[in-house]
């Protein structure tokens, strides 16, 4: 069994090792991850960049169009825009990691569950899911923050249960295609508690399409934070949110568009970033693409 462990664990290595020489020969999803980089680093170092205060107000200042002193312009009150997309994108990238982390690890551990034990657990568990797939992701995600409330917090907790029933799905589709194999059959067989089984043989078999599931909800994340902060349920003021400038920037869009523009291309870049990596993913981890090669 030792022996059989270390030579899964040197097949993982070779397997994670050729995924990821074949994401990076991939100029798509290099492309997705180079708009990431972006979006992170501006978030990352962008307050330590910019020297104009995001919730600065200058009555003079206001409506100025994008120069050397304002690169992005101004608002309707005088803040610098791109103080605020820095800051508004620190805002979602922050929200969007937090609540896929939690639909990852809650999705993952309810679909490990249903799939490895079946039978009722597997009734109760799935039928809860398609409950939660029944409801419009976006008016579920309403629904949760009218009983929650408004704010940054309870915005990761509603995306967070959003996303948790597609989790569970791919985990418990994953678990069910490899609990009959033999390897699992022989951790059994020698005696193998069944929290070691799922841990140890079962999760890391099924975690292919689960990363690049992650992957793809980052962006999804994000334009459900941009749309519920835009209906004013999400990140509330003064804390910058990039949604909520698009909701501001509507307004003004004929005589000052550089309000609402530049805020809906860091979610666009954000978005696309994030969703151009994930297809290089999957297509690293095709087992069809591999045979074909």
């Not at 940054?152 to 069910?176: D, E, H, K, Q, W």
Request: glycine share 10%; charged share 15%; net charge positive.
């Amino acid at each position: 069994m030792a022996r059989l462990g270390r030579r899964s664990g040197g097949l993982r290595h070779t397997y994670w090792a050729d995924t990821i020489r074949r994401f990076v020969r991939n100029p798509i999803a290099m492309l997705g991850m180079a708009f990431v980089l972006i979006v992170v680093l501006a978030a990352l170092v962008g307050p330590f960049v910019v020297s104009h205060d995001p919730l600065g107000v200058s009555v003079r200042a206001r409506f100025t169009p994008p120069s050397t002193t304002h690169l992005f312009g101004t608002d309707e009150l005088g803040r610098d825009v791109l103080a605020r997309v820095v800051y508004g994108a620190q805002v979602s990238l922050i929200v969007s990691f937090a609540a896929v982390t939690f639909s990852l690890f809650a999705g993952t551990a309810l679909g490990l569950l249903a799939g490895y034990f079946g039978r009722a657990a597997d009734e109760v568990i799935m039928r809860l899911m398609d409950i939660l797939f029944a409801f419009p992701a976006v008016l579920l995600a309403i629904s949760i923050l009218a009983i929650l409330g408004p704010g940054m917090p309870n915005t990761i907790i509603a995306i967070g249960v959003v996303y948790t029933p597609i989790f569970a799905r791919i985990a418990r589709g994953s678990v069910l295609s490899v609990r009959g194999l033999d390897y699992v059959l022989a951790a059994r067989a020698v005696g193998s508690r069944e929290s070691r089984i799922m841990v140890r043989h079962i999760l890391p078999n099924c975690m292919a399409p689960i990363v690049v599931e992650t992957t793809l909800s980052l962006g999804f994340a994000i334009l459900s934070e941009a749309a519920l902060s835009f209906l004013g349920l999400g990140t509330q003021p003064p804390r910058p949110s990039l949604g909520r400038m698009l909701s501001e920037g509507r307004m003004f869009i004929v005589d000052a568009p550089w309000i609402g523009l530049f805020p809906g291309l860091a979610i666009m870049l954000a978005v696309l970033g994030f969703n151009l990596a994930g297809d290089g993913l999957r297509d690293a981890m095709d087992p069809k693409l591999r045979r074909a090669r």
